[in-house]
């Protein structure tokens, strides 16, 4: 069964470095999400691609965020200069177009030291 | 702004009872995510209803939109569904940023 997938699992970086998160979307999808949970708290919405551009942004998906499908399969997710409270689990998600079901990945732990 | 509100937060059951989670929203929506987080942080899509009721093995997920209140419900529950339990809404009108529940945990006991 097709899959989204994310790379790394656990990213351990020093406060004001860039950080590259990866994902693999399901390959006919359209629709892609990135999603963050900071530990022990809700998971909160970041910001949705499609068509090659952002179609929404929450209020946290700040100019310190970007989000990029540099070719047919990768989607994404820049933080240029991280801070402590970027740390979190942050999950990626793809939606065919024809559903409203979104998938998931395994997600990439962040620790910002 | 939609507010999900999940209950019970917590839950402990013995192996083979009946559960039921709940969730409930403010704004009227277009559909209901209910997804499982295991305890490595994964997570899972078990249903997406806009109306009436799901089912997918032991788990049966119902949705009233009037009401604005949806149930996960779980049949027989066993150990290795020990997990968080977590309700999403859609908004509809064009937009399908989901807003969380903050989870129900569940631990089954043998």
């Known amino acids: 069964e097709p899959e989204v997938t994310q790379t790394p699992s656990h990213q351990v970086t020093q406060m004001g470095q860039e950080v590259i998160l990866r994902c693999v979307p399901i390959?006919?999808?359209?629709?892609f999400y990135w999603y963050r949970q900071i530990l022990g708290q809700k998971v909160e919405f970041l910001v949705s691609?499609?068509?090659?551009?952002?179609?929404?942004k929450s209020e946290i998906f700040d100019d310190q965020f970007s989000v990029e499908r540099p070719d047919g399969s990768n989607f994404t997710l820049k933080i240029r200069s991280t801070k402590l409270e970027d740390s979190a689990m942050y999950f990626c998600?793809?939606?065919?177009?024809?559903?409203?079901?979104?998938?998931f990945g395994p997600g990439t732990r962040l620790t910002v030291l | 702004k939609n507010e999900v509100e999940q209950s019970p937060q917590n839950l402990t059951a013995q192996e083979g009872e009946f559960i039921t989670i709940n969730c409930s929203y403010s704004?009227?929506?277009?559909?209901l995510h209910w997804l499982q987080q295991h305890p490595g942080g994964g997570i899972v899509s078990l249903f997406m209803?806009?109306?009436g009721k799901k089912k997918h093995g032991r788990l049966i997920a119902t949705i009233n939109i009037q009401e604005k209140h949806s149930s996960l419900h779980i049949t027989a529950s066993h150990p290795r569904d020990s997990a968080v339990y977590i309700c999403?809404?859609?908004?509809?009108?064009?937009?399908?940023?989901?807003?969380f529940g903050k989870g129900t945990k569940l631990s089954v006991i043998p």
């Open positions: 998600a793809s939606r065919s177009g024809q559903s409203d079901t979104q998938y």
């Open positions: 390959s006919n999808h359209l629709y």
């Open positions: 691609f499609y068509n090659n551009e952002i179609s929404e």
């Open positions: 704004v009227g929506i277009s559909a």
């Open positions: 209803l806009s109306s």
């Open positions: 999403a809404v859609v908004p509809g009108a064009g937009s399908y940023q989901l807003t």
